[in-house]
């Protein structure tokens, strides 16, 4: 994200300056329930007062019923905190928020009064010219999170508008959290079209809705008491709990002045009741015309259940490239034919034993379900890195490092939303021969070094993002104190609890009878975290196991067409929330539907209607979705291949459910283990070292 941002930031230069010395946007603030409030943006125009400008934000901001009771507030520079103005009440009458009755967006608007003129802003223009054409350019001004700067501007092309409402389209995709209240800026004229409500993930970008411009300037056109504005106390009594806005046209929006700013500070927000499912639909879009397809209608978008804001998520993954995952799995991981079996090297060679097949190792069932997973995140809302640990038997202590060479954890990936590195550092794990130990401690920590950008960290650590470690291992830990198994888990369940307090979740898998015969670590890791713990007992299963992790607390994802009532035959649902799937058409119109549901009962559907027309090309499908879609074809044509679909379909679904069966038997006996390792390693509570 940070990367797309710095291109684009360097191509605005290359074609100008982006803007003057002097920023046009502030973030106000207001003492509030015993806090300062510091929320959204507000941006400054000429005004017939005193002060000789006013500022502009968002209605839904604050709640207005509380800056009744408000005497004053300041309105500072973005990052350098630096005080432009302060406010003592509204210049023209308070507009609504849009989520209440019969509002609307374009009434979603306040004007600050200033008590003096502002210092070292510019003011901004107001458009006169009405809604824009669709095809416009546009410029979006706020206040950047990777840079220093007090503001920088995205740029975007209006795409749809009505006369309550302007859509843009951003050049690239930007987490727009804290910019609620933004101008939308005419990048020919440079006054103000609009101002940013709310956004929304949309295929390979950012989907911006922004309020016209005009009724602000019609009120300014007539401002209270010649001028003077009135006090926040003459706008009624202060209210308690108003609710969060709701989404305009439907609950796929985030609301992007909402939340409290990242840095200053943080307003806690008490969430209660059901939370939402941000659902979209992302290819192909409303009212598309597609060409007669086998397999049917490719249709893709993203579920994700939420409290608050649409998620980010980090993840690391660690993988245990110990001597012992050398071993063969029993299974064919690599697909050439050929099951690997136990060998027993002659003396001289790297190990005694190992696989007649290498690629059916176990750490090739770890890297096989790595990119399994991979293969299915959504990098426009995932981040992926890659940690490996072993460990020399000779080690004392159990630091951790990114340097290479004896380091029992490195950092061979840091988290990136390229996945072709995060490939390749798979590459690299694979192309080399397991050794040492198990040093489990280190690998843990190292995945919270990066997850948290901490001192040694090569990652750029978002402080937004859910943090998730994938942990993979097929033993017990034998580092850092070689010959003490108890030293060594509690060395383990330390790191845990370092993790946890970070609020990192730690989903671990114990892959294989010796790590399933003291799983203590693995299950405490996860336990500790408020993670998942997973027992493989058969390492051969890794690769379909890991298709049952989600992060995205969805109880349900449907996909369905409803002119001929049939659900899609072909549809897979990813962890982090991305779905896609193949749906039967009718000749003509079409009309496709997907419902998704959370684990806490919130439900969302959205709809679009497709024309089939057998002679019709198919939409360009965008490269964020082709990987999805081959697998969908890879399965659709082994699906034509069979000649007896429906009893095999009987059969993988008894597989799939005896293996469920045995996941939760193996996990209430490893938990049975654990607690006898805990007790016969006297693993009793005490205070845990920072």
Known sequence: MRFSVMLLILA?????????????????????????????????????????????????????????????????????????AR???????????????????????????????????????????????????????????????????????????????????????????????????????????????????????????????????????????????????????PKQNRPAPKSPAGSTL??????????????????????????????????????????????????????GELQRFDVMLVIDTSRSTVDPTGADINGNGITGKPYLGRIGTIFNTGSTDPGDSILAAEIAAARQLLHSLDPRSTRVGVVRFSGEQDMQGGGVSISGGNAPAITLQPLTMDFARVEAALDDI????????????????????????????????????DKIVLFFTDGQPTLPYQGFERENVRAVLRAANRAGRAKIRIHSFAIGPDALAGPVATVEMASRTDGFFTPVRHPGDLVEVIESVSFANLKSVSLKNLTNDKPADLFRATADGAWAGFVAMEPGKNEIEVQAQSRDGAEATKKIQVTLASEAPDPTVPPEFVTARNRLLEDCLRAMKQVRVAAEHDHAEKVRKDLLVEIERERMAARARAAEQRKRLKLEPEAEEP
């Open 12 to 84: 605005a230069s290359a074609a100008g300056p982006v803007y003057a010395a002097d920023p046009a946007v502030a973030r106000p603030s207001f003492p509030i329930d015993g806090e300062i409030q510091t929320r959204g943006l507000v941006f400054f125009v000429p005004a017939d007062t005193a002060s000789g400008a006013a500022a502009v934000g968002t209605a839904h901001t604050f709640d207005l019923g509380k800056l009744a009771g408000v005497k004053r507030g300041e309105i500072s520079l973005g990052r350098s905190r630096r005080v432009v």
């Open 87 to 237: 406010t003592s009440g509204f210049l023209v009458p308070p507009g609504r928020p849009f989520d209440e009755a019969g509002a609307s967006l374009a009434d979603d608007f306040v004007v600050y009064a200033l008590d003096s003129p502002p210092r070292g802003i510019r003011l901004l223009s107001l458009d006169k010219g009405g809604i824009p054409e669709p095809g416009t350019r546009v410029q979006i001004l706020g206040v950047p999170d990777a840079t220093p700067d007090d503001e920088d501007a995205l740029f975007g092309s209006v795409v749809e508008t009505t006369a309550e409402r302007i859509d843009i389209d951003l050049d690239v995709p930007y987490d727009l959290r804290g910019w609620g209240g933004a101008p939308a800026i005419n990048a020919n004229s440079g006054a103000v079209l609009g101002m940013l409500q709310a956004y929304f993930p949309r295929g390979s970008t950012s989907r911006v809705i922004v309020s016209p411009i005009a009724r602000v300037r019609e009120a300014l056109a007539k401002p209270l008491d010649g001028g003077q504005g009135r006090a926040f106390a003459s706008f009624g009594k």
């Open 254 to 307: 985030t609301v992007a002045g909402q939340y409290p700013e990242r840095e200053g500070p943080l307003i806690s927000q008490q969430l209660e009741g059901k939370g939402r499912v941000h659902l979209s639909i992302d290819y192909p879009s409303d009212g598309a015309i597609i060409g007669n397809t086998s397999c049917g209608a490719f249709v893709s978008g993203r579920a994700i259940a939420l409290h």
């Open 430 to 465: 694979i192309a080399r021969d397991p050794a040492g130990a198990t040093h489990m401690a280190a690998g843990v920590d190292q995945a919270t070094i990066e997850l948290l950008g901490l001192r040694g960290s090569v990652s750029r650590a978002n402080p937004d993002s």
